[in-house]
């Protein structure tokens, strides 16, 4: 029996992507897609898709066992901003679904780990611009804190026991297949749908807030290329910053103008505010550059481009089905 892939939260907005990315290098049967739900999604019902908790972890090592897996994607988590309205349930699903998945590694039951970090690991005290791979961490967000938590036990168990595990900070993250998950940069997705849609968007965050952003084709190009790494490649296995493009959300209004001249931006800044301000502007991603040789694609302009192309497709599909 040929060893396979398991991703756990693979409904989620990096994870379904991530699956059609692996089913397509690797086999639709080589990757099996799991979330706490059943799912309609046809992308993920095109191979194996198995209804776990990650916090169960009888049923963790039983699913592992079933399908042969030899190495697993954690994307299971609660993102920034839903977290800050439920801290107990974030902290418990963040770190104990984690453990879960390096005890079961420490224990020979799986051969190698991805696990996503985030920016939110810093905090105020951080450098904004360029911020380093080690520099202060201090965050404000229960979900900044489990991933700094995260990274260390991530670190600890590799240097301790041996367990391959990889991580990257990712970014406020944008894509165009699935629907904004909960977190603080989701307005530059929303911005998209909402300004084909009714060419007006109310904006949660100031309109002068800088924050790193990626599109989502570079997210996973670069969680599959770490994975695929060497390991004696890996120096950092806490986590990576990798960098994409960094912007204000009255630079992306004026961007989506080229486009939609009559598009219109308001600001009504909520709690959300505050966690963008503790977050960096730019990112110094050299290390992963100079380790495994990670490079990003999408600069700001070919990211609204291709945003604005491919939810409009997705729109005039929807009406022509409907019609």
């Known amino acids: 029996m040929e060893s396979t892939t398991l991703i756990i939260g693979a409904s989620g ?48 090592e039983a699913i592992i066992e079933k399908h042969n897996v030899s190495e697993v ?85 590799h240097e301790r026991y041996g367990v391959d595990v990889r991580s ?29 849609e009714s060419g007006s968007y109310s904006c949660f965050l100031k309109e002068d807030t800088e924050l790193p952003m990626m599109m989502m084709e570079d997210a996973i190009r670069a969680t599959i290329s770490i994975m695929e790494a060497p390991s004696l490649s890996i120096k950092e296995r806490g986590g990576y910053n990798i960098a994409g493009c960094s912007f204000t959300p009255s630079e992306l209004a004026s961007i989506i103008r080229r486009s939609i001249p009559s598009f219109t931006i308001s600001y009504a800044p909520d709690f959300r505010q505050s966690i963008a301000d503790s977050w960096p502007a730019s990112i110094d991603d050299h290390a992963a550059l100079n380790d495994w040789g990670w490079q990003s694609e999408y600069d700001t302009d070919k990211l609204c481009a291709t945003m604005l192309s491919e939810i409009g497709k997705k729109k005039a599909a929807t009406v022509e089905t409907h019609a």
């Open 13 to 60: 907005q990096i994870g379904i992507e991530l699956t059609m990315a692996l089913r397509k290098k690797r086999g639709n049967d080589r990757v099996i897609a799991s979330d706490i739900r059943p799912t309609t999604d046809s992308d993920l019902l095109q191979g194996p898709y198995e209804i776990l908790d990650v916090l169960d972890r009888a049923s963790l």
């Open 73 to 157: 994607y954690l994307l299971a988590a609660l993102l920034s901003a839903t977290a800050e309205k439920n801290p107990d349930f974030a902290w418990k699903l963040n770190m104990d679904g984690l453990f879960n998945v390096l005890e079961l590694a420490k224990a020979k039951k799986i051969s190698k780990v991805f696990w996503p970090s985030s920016i939110a690991v810093f905090g105020p005290s951080t450098p904004r611009h360029n911020t380093p791979q080690h520099t202060v961490m201090e965050p404000t967000t229960v979900y900044g804190i489990s991933k700094l938590a995260g990274e260390r036990w991530c670190a600890y168990y």
């Open 168 to 196: 990257i900070r990712y970014p406020g993250l944008i894509g165009f297949r699935s629907e904004p998950g909960g977190g603080t940069t989701d307005y530059a997705v929303d911005i998209f749908h909402k300004a084909i």
